[in-house]
């Protein structure tokens, strides 16, 4: 997979288990989410009710799943995780909205991405706690009503918005995940390293921080390339040099930028002096899919103000020269 990628490659499955935090308090950052999910649980617990249903949106490694297990574990609930594309048809949902245990968190990754039949019925349990399982076909068919133990959903999301209303409605909180600042990254970095038993300076935290896309799960994945290399080619002991280098090794610069990153940018300034320039015709210059350029190279470039997308096409910023080194061409030259 992609080093920078943020979804979880097999490498990472195997792994995050060991890294993941086990509490609120040793989650880093999302000081807003945390403070609110703290309430949200003390509250339920105080009662000695089921926590209502949470949604959390954020990109992809932002610790959607490890909020969800914290959830459980703070209330001392077993979890069960699925996720939406993994629910085909209603029947799958209803085989599993019925086994849970009473007080069990279900945790729903992709919601959104659910089938039309599944997520009708998951407006009534999680509601009503109640499914409608129908039994045979046709006009012979018959909708047998079934009682579920109460649970708290936990449905994760990219986007809430892209959430029918009605189901964005059912959930009692929303925490919206954002994407983490270097300090706070740097934290994940040495938290990670002494769970790892890999010696880290400062520097060499800050260093992969830097690169790592404000993602954990990024941070995570560069530590262990570093932590190699580091022990590869050095004393094992993880410095800002032997960060940088073991990076560079991998095509991730400073900024976290790879190969295809650059390649865009360095097409947009060096074969079209910066834009516009169509997104198809950029494809083209760098001999890829307008959709790999579009989905997988764009966003990041434009988050982090390098790229801009305009109705005449995408331009550089000022900011992208800078970047790549290169100097602008005089504007309204001779
Ligand atoms: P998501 O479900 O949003 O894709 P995960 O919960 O699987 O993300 O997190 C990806 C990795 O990043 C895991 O290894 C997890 O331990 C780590 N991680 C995510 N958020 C945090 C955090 N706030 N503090 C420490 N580690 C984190």
């Known amino acids: 997979g992609r080093l920078v990628g943020a979804d979880a490659d097999g490498e990472d499955q195997a792994v995050e288990a060991a890294l993941r935090p086990k509490d609120l308090g ?6 807003r989410v945390r403070e609110q999910l703290d309430l949200v649980l003390k509250a339920a617990r105080q009662r000695g009710a089921t926590a209502d249903h949470v949604l959390l949106s954020g990109a992809p490694g932002l610790g959607k799943t490890t909020l969800s297990m914290i959830i459980a574990a703070e209330m001392g ?3 069960r995780i699925t996720s939406g594309p993994a629910i085909q048809h209603a029947g799958d949902l209803a085989a599993i909205l019925s086994s849970l245990a009473e007080g069990e968190v279900l945790f729903l990754d992709e919601i959104h991405r659910m089938s039309r039949p599944a997520e009708e019925m998951l407006y009534m349990a ?28 936990v449905g994760a999301t990219t986007r809430a918005g892209l959430l029918p209303p009605p189901l964005r409605d059912r959930f009692g909180f929303t925490g919206h995940m954002e994407f983490y600042a270097p300090a706070e990254l740097e934290r994940v970095i040495h938290r990670s390293a002494g769970l790892l038993d890999v010696v880290i300076e400062a520097e060499g935290a800050g260093e992969i921080a830097g690169r790592s896309r404000g993602t954990p799960r990024i941070a995570n994945r560069l530590l262990r390339r570093v932590r190699d290399y580091a022990q590869v080619k050095a004393d094992g002991v993880v410095t800002r040099e032997i960060a940088a280098r073991a990076l560079a090794v991998y095509d991730v610069d400073g900024r976290g930028l790879d190969r295809l990153d650059r390649a865009v940018l360095t097409a947009l300034l060096k074969l079209f002096g910066g834009g516009p320039v169509g997104l198809s015709t950029l494809a083209v210059a760098v001999g890829e899919e307008r959709e790999t350029v579009e989905e997988v190279a764009e966003p990041f470039l434009v988050r982090e103000g390098l790229l801009a997308r305009t109705p005449r096409g995408r331009i550089a910023t000022p900011a992208a020269w800078t970047h790549l080194g290169l100097t602008p061409p005089q504007q309204g030259g001779a």
């Open 26 to 31: 040793e989650f880093v950052g999302q000081e």
């Open 77 to 79: 609930a077993p979890i």
């Open 126 to 153: 999680m509601e009503d706690f109640r499914v409608d399982v129908i039994v045979g076909k046709g006009p012979g068919a018959t909708a047998i009503p079934l009682e579920l133990p109460p649970f708290t959903l």
